[in-house]
């Protein structure tokens, strides 16, 4: 019972100090995802290709979270875009008061889209809140097609969920139809892409899926 | 510091149940495993090769630990041997009072290999101990060479590495020295295998040493 209401405890100090992100985010129209997954899915790859393709029209900013290592920060690092590391020390999510933290690095003015890449579990974060705007989730082909009915909660408050390594549908037994059945049960609002980082297969939709998002971030009232 | 401190009680308080199966799984002279990774890397498939393999000549039993659904203990009935199913209801992990609470279904006299396979996380089981003889941890192909250096307490307290899915090395950029490197580095004991659940590739170094443990355990005085 005591451990219960430890948590409740902290899940509301994280969502409130979530809201105070979220405010400074929209003050200054900045549009938010917070992007989740297994370790291995291809996350930090993700962003690479949308920086690398975007970089020209949106102004991006990107928080890497990691137990340890500069290594995902490093790799965004070389697009010369602000890119701040949090390291957890082992904790196994970022929470909202870690990404209160760093924000002071941004200069929100200049920022069109924010992307905090979250630890690479798909459990955990899903219950924190760090002031996003949308949940974005990955999966990929080598990891089967068992993950939305296995892990639900991911799923359930996600807007977005993007199937990556299309380019080793080949050589497995995945079923596509089976997942994005699963995933729509689950949350019959989500938006499924299916992309290859490795080959760029995929990737114009949920580019313009993103140049929506921005563009309808900026003309809120 | 309030939330160390319940950390800490909750660890010491999980240490002492994990002692307890720990001296059940000693009577009974039953080699035990916990098998970890991320969700996907196939665990469970590993499973369904080694109980297929050696069912015949050892009495093996299952803990499958999940977040919810019983897909994975039913993959494991089909092979004819004791399962339960821990549905951890949205926690990260196994903890050593959820094994206890089950132990009553198995009988361990007759049995010689005991496996639980915990919640799909590379990062929140190695925190809890469940009573195991020996830590498996599993990291596939398709997941990227860079899990021992990003996700390391995982791989300080395991005794194997498991390297899964190599039948789709050829189409990743994956470097086996730099993991295997990485992880002799976080700990220098590890026993590491190279296998394919697919194909089959490399399992039989597995299966030995499995028997190996098997027979070590059952001599121990």
Known sequence: MAKVKVFTNILKAND????????????????TINLMS???????????????????ELKIAVIEGDLQTTNDAERIEKYNIPVTQINTDGACHLDANMVDGVLGNYNFKETDLFVIENVGNLVCPAG??????DRVVMVSI?????????YPVMFRKASVV??????????????????????L?????????????????????WFDWL?????????EK
């Open 128 to 133: 924190f809140d760090l002031g996003e705007d």
């Open 16 to 31: 409130s100090i979530a809201q105070k992100n979220r405010d400074i985010f929209n003050k200054n129209k900045v549009y």
């Open 185 to 205: 049960n689950i949350n019959p609002n989500l938006e499924i892409f299916e992309i290859s980082c490795q080959t760029g297969e995929g990737l114009d939709n």
């Open 38 to 56: 297994s370790p291995g899915s291809g996350k930090t790859s993700l962003l690479e290709r949308t920086i690398d393709s975007l970089k020209n």
């Open 162 to 183: 993007l199937i990556n390594k299309i380019d080793l549908l080949a050589y497995t037994n995945f079923n596509m139809d089976k997942v994005k059945k699963d995933a």
């Open 142 to 150: 080598p990891e089967g097609d068992d993950k939305p009915i296995k």
């Open 211 to 219: 140049r929506e998002q921005v563009r309808k971030k900026r003309d």
